[in-house]
């Protein structure tokens, strides 16, 4: 499944600085990103940073040869799927309404067929004046698409329409304005993340160290391809995925019971670490240290929520996926898994490498009735992005 693609143009404000941020929640959810810069704009955020973050390399000038040697400024203008202006300056928007081409930014709005979202962000007088009016209704007239600006206090001290609109807002407006072709519109996915975490006592507890960065990235991933996502997630430090649902929990009794009431959905991605066991009796009060050496207690059995999802009759979803943190004999266990659990496939990792637990990258197995697939180690982001896409096919065959 081909990936989308924005030519995100940043013009020179102090709001540039916040088309670094766009530009990870894009990367994040699966959509790639080519960056235009003005030469304004680099005196506010390096090419580096933006090149970094987009994973692809920042084009500025019109007159380079090795740029048009590459890709010239028409194939360009035409090679994404939405060109993104943020931040729209007042200047940008003045040259862009009246058909000017003085820079590569400009130019590549000229010659472009290809649909156009506009952040506008400048002082409030100047987004006031008549001439920006003019300017935005002459853009709107043409179909150009805006979001924002905000109301707010700016840089310059002053209070007022003109900040320009919050990362997590544009990124929306661009999930938006690309769901005619996402292919999860009109799904709702289920997914759990996180550990949970099972009470000793009023202080202590029993927990794992998973961080909920893969199945927040899924999340992310599923609701880029226009999924309607419900995020099931036990403790973590992490920020709510952009555009998706979230229920937080601490138990696997309080996970499972998210999971029934967001009941019914197409699909169920069971990524988190569910405890397996927990005390059969939480103390009220906090265990002591005293002469009669350590605590024992009984630990009793969690429900299943895998296989709780898996084997519920008329209300199982489509397609239920688990997961399998294992530190050895990785595939043969997730096939036992597959098999007990009655789900469609697993997705097994290795969690004895340095580095998984926590970290950005992973190393994962499909195991389906079709067999056992290996992926190459690569970044969690990117084993979301290419699960989406195979949960999409798998929805939609």
Same mark, same amino acid.
């Given at each position: 499944?081909?990936?989308?693609q924005?030519l995100?143009?940043v013009?020179g404000?102090?709001?540039?600085?916040?088309a670094?941020?766009?530009t990870?929640?894009?990367?994040?959810?699966?959509?790639?990103?080519?960056?235009v810069?003005?030469? @304004?704009a680099?005196?506010?955020?390096?090419?580096?940073?933006?090149?970094?973050?987009?994973?692809d390399?920042v084009?500025?000038?019109?007159?380079?040869?090795t740029?048009?040697?590459e890709?010239?400024?028409?194939?360009?203008?035409?090679?994404a799927d939405?060109?993104?202006?943020?931040?729209a300056?007042?200047?940008l928007?003045?040259?862009?309404a009246?058909?000017?081409?003085?820079d590569?930014?400009t130019?590549t709005?000229l010659?472009?067929?290809?649909?156009?979202l506009?952040?506008?962000a400048?002082?409030?007088?100047?987004?006031l004046?008549?001439a920006t009016?003019?300017?935005?209704?002459?853009?709107?007239?043409?179909?150009?698409?805006?979001?924002?600006?905000?109301e707010?206090?700016?840089?310059c001290g002053?209070?007022?329409?003109?900040?320009?609109?919050?990362?997590?807002?544009?990124?929306?407006?661009i999930s938006?304005?690309?769901?005619?072709?996402?292919?999860l519109v009109?799904r709702?996915?289920i997914?759990?993340?996180?550990?949970?975490v099972?009470?000793?006592?009023?202080?202590?507890?029993l927990?794992?160290?998973s961080?909920g960065?893969q199945?927040?990235?899924?999340?992310?991933?599923?609701?880029?391809?226009?999924?309607d996502?419900?995020?099931?997630?036990?403790?973590?430090?992490l920020?709510?995925?952009?555009?998706?649902r979230r229920?937080?929990?601490?138990?696997a009794?309080?996970?499972?019971?998210?999971?029934?009431?967001a009941?019914p959905a197409?699909? @169920?991605i069971?990524?988190?670490?569910v405890a397996?066991?927990?005390?059969e009796?939480?103390?009220?009060r906090?265990m002591?240290?005293?002469?009669g050496?350590?605590?024992?207690?009984s630990?009793?059995?969690?429900?299943?929520?895998?296989?709780?999802l898996?084997?519920?009759?008329?209300?199982?979803p489509q397609l239920?996926?688990?997961f399998?943190?294992?530190?050895?004999?990785i595939?043969?266990?997730?096939?036992a898994?597959?098999?007990?659990?009655?789900?469609d496939w697993?997705v097994a990792?290795?969690v004895s490498?340095?580095?998984?637990?926590?970290?950005d990258?992973?190393?994962?197995?499909?195991?389906?009735?079709a067999?056992?697939?290996r992926?190459t180690?690569?970044a969690?982001?990117?084993v979301a992005?290419?699960?989406a896409?195979?949960?999409?096919?798998?929805?939609?065959?």
């Open positions: 499944m081909a990936e989308k924005v995100l143009i013009g404000g102090i709001a540039a600085y916040k670094l941020e766009l990870r929640l894009l990367r994040k959810a699966g959509i790639g990103v080519r960056p810069m003005t030469r @304004a680099a005196q506010f955020v390096t090419p580096l940073s933006l090149a970094a973050l987009a994973e390399k084009y500025e000038d019109i007159f380079s040869l740029d048009e040697a890709m010239g400024h028409i194939q360009l203008s035409r090679s939405l060109i993104v202006v943020a931040p300056t007042a200047d928007m003045a040259k862009a009246n058909g000017l081409a003085t590569l930014a130019t709005l010659a472009t067929d290809t649909p156009v506009m952040a506008p400048m002082n409030v007088r100047m987004w004046h008549p009016q003019r300017n935005l209704a002459a853009l709107k007239a043409d179909g150009v698409a805006f979001v924002g600006p905000d707010g206090a700016m840089a002053e209070f007022g329409p003109g900040r320009m609109a919050e990362p997590v807002a544009i990124f929306a407006e938006a304005l690309l769901a005619t072709s996402q292919p009109g709702h996915v997914v759990t993340a996180g550990p949970t099972e009470p000793i006592d009023p202080v202590r507890m927990t794992n160290r961080s960065k199945g927040y990235a899924i999340a992310q991933a599923l609701a880029a391809l226009g999924a996502v419900t995020l099931v997630s036990g403790p973590t430090a920020s709510s995925p952009p555009g998706v229920v937080d929990v601490e138990t009794r309080e996970m499972l019971a998210a999971c029934e009431a009941l197409d699909a @169920a069971c990524v988190a670490a397996d066991w927990r005390p009796h939480v103390g009220d906090k002591k240290k005293g002469p050496g350590p605590p024992t207690f630990l009793v059995e969690n429900p299943d929520i895998l296989a709780t898996a084997q519920a009759g008329a209300r199982r239920v996926v688990g399998a943190a294992e530190t050895n004999d595939d043969d266990n997730a096939r898994k597959l098999a007990r659990k009655g789900c697993i990792n290795d490498q340095e580095g998984v637990m926590g970290g990258d992973n190393t994962v197995s499909i195991v389906s009735a067999g056992v697939e992926w180690k690569t969690k982001s990117e992005r290419k699960l896409a195979r949960i999409a096919e798998a929805l939609n065959p």
